[in-house]
């Protein structure tokens, strides 16, 4: 069964779909379950080195049981989506990778309008039946304006979709595009799903099509709750690695995620009562660690963030409430910490950040250690060490924090502030 993403954000299609998994219904408590193994040989309960094989495993799920993933590269043409809650999901660590096969795209040469079910394309030769796809053109490139689907089957230029279109995407003047771009590693409108131990490459090399994290990741979670993702690695995404979108209470811990074009984490959309600890996120080209929207109540503890592009951590659009504690934030493009700027009602307010060590942040242009823009307020600093440690024409980290006009108040509070050039911390409105 080929389940796409864009079949699970509408309830009914979702509905459908796990009547046919077997999962539909009232949700039961999990009984004590099974364990389906996968391996790329020998004796499995499913052979197989490709997402066909991975879906294939993970169908076969029922409430309690766990899927072992062997060691071995799968190559992912398609996502895999865990089809029921209560389940683990479970590699070989170090060992098993999932990786995403070179990318493939096409100039979309009529329909495409909403509801759709087909689309012309200038190069059908680049698709196959199975591949997940990606619908936008120049004013629905990214968000939730995006369709992700799937090639249902190829009849000469026209390519016919598992599932329909969400916007009218403009072929004539703009430029409307399919593209192979898809979430690998899935859980979508699920309850306590485990992923562990567990390599997802989005091998950007031969991928230059760009999915962002509303839609996708290398592991995206959407509209589920009581997750776990431990143990786990997301890297080189066109994207971002570790995505999930209206959520509650999903935890991430002891992972890794780099080398993505966009972030390295991205929770958002309603995602409240995270918790994110002792994870790796480094040398992302934008941003380590992205509070999209509406992130509260928040742990965020015992992280490693550092040589990201533009900001190690970046809190915007509603995000409050959250603590962010022994965290090591250094050696970023502009700041470890960028509040974004908002309006007064939507801004990031009555954040904590105690016990971090924030070092050596910005570039030959800028570099703050933490940076407050309009119109945060209400925000903590408690007990951190806010330095640059280099010294002559290395230090980069010229302010240890800055807070802008019309920014709300910054608490400080018992931190140390050392080795910067042009100060420890600046407020314009005072």
């Not at 408590?29 to 040989?41: H, M, N």
């Not at 995206?220 to 997750?227: A, F």
Request: hydrophobic content about 30%.
């Amino acid at each position: 069964m080929n389940v796409t993403l864009t079949a699970l954000i509408s309830s009914a299609a979702a509905i459908c779909f796990l009547l046919v998994s077997g999962c539909g219904g009232p949700r039961m408590a999990p009984s004590a379950g099974k364990t389906i193994r996968l391996a790329q040989s020998g004796d499995a309960d499913v052979t197989g080195t490709d997402n066909v094989a991975l879906q294939k495993a993970a169908d076969m799920l029922r409430p309690g049981d766990i899927l072992e993933i062997g060691p071995g590269t799968y190559r992912m043409e398609n996502s895999v989506f865990i089809p029921c809650s209560d389940v683990v999901v479970r590699g070989t660590p170090g060992e098993t990778v999932l990786k995403k096969g070179p990318g493939a795209g096409s100039k979309i040469v009529d329909c495409g309008d909403y509801g759709e079910s087909v689309l012309v394309v200038a190069e059908p030769e680049k698709f196959k039946p199975g591949m997940g796809i990606s619908i936008t053109d120049d004013r629905y490139r990214s968000g939730w304006a995006v369709t992700v689907s799937s090639v249902a089957k190829i009849t000469g230029d026209t390519l016919h979709l598992t599932q329909m279109t969400l916007r009218d995407y403009n072929y004539e003047t703009g430029n409307a595009k399919v593209e192979n771009t898809f979430p690998i590693l899935c859980a979508v409108d699920q309850k306590n799903v485990t992923f562990e131990d567990i390599t997802v490459d989005g091998n950007r090399d031969e991928n230059p099509y760009f999915l962002d994290g509303c839609r996708g990741g290398a592991i995206y979670l959407y509209k589920s709750t009581d997750c776990t993702i431990r143990n786990c690695v997301a890297r080189n995404y066109n994207g971002d690695g570790i995505s999930y979108q209206i959520t509650d209470n999903v935890k991430v811990i002891d992972c890794v995620s780099y080398g993505n074009t966009n972030y390295g984490i991205h929770p958002g959309t309603g995602s409240p009562n995270s918790e994110i600890s002792n994870c790796h996120f480094h040398h992302n080209d934008r941003i380590g660690f992205f509070l999209c929207w509406r992130v509260r109540y928040g742990l965020f503890h015992d992280n490693l963030i550092e040589n990201n592009g533009l900001y190690g951590i970046s809190i915007g659009h509603k995000d409050t409430d959250n603590l962010f504690e022994n965290n090591t934030i250094r050696n970023n493009g502009f700041s470890g910490v960028y509040f974004r700027k908002e309006t007064f009602k939507l801004s990031g307010h009555r954040n904590v950040f105690r016990n971090n060590k924030i070092q050596d942040n910005g570039n030959t242009d800028r570099g703050y250690g933490v940076y407050v823009d309009l119109h945060a307020g209400e925000i903590t600093l408690e007990g951190n060490t806010i330095e640059e440690t280099r010294s002559g024409g290395e230090r980069t980290q010229r302010y240890g924090a800055y807070v802008v006009r019309n920014a709300g108040p910054v608490h400080l509070k018992d931190n140390t502030m050392k080795g910067h050039l042009a100060g420890d911390f600046f407020d314009e409105n005072k």
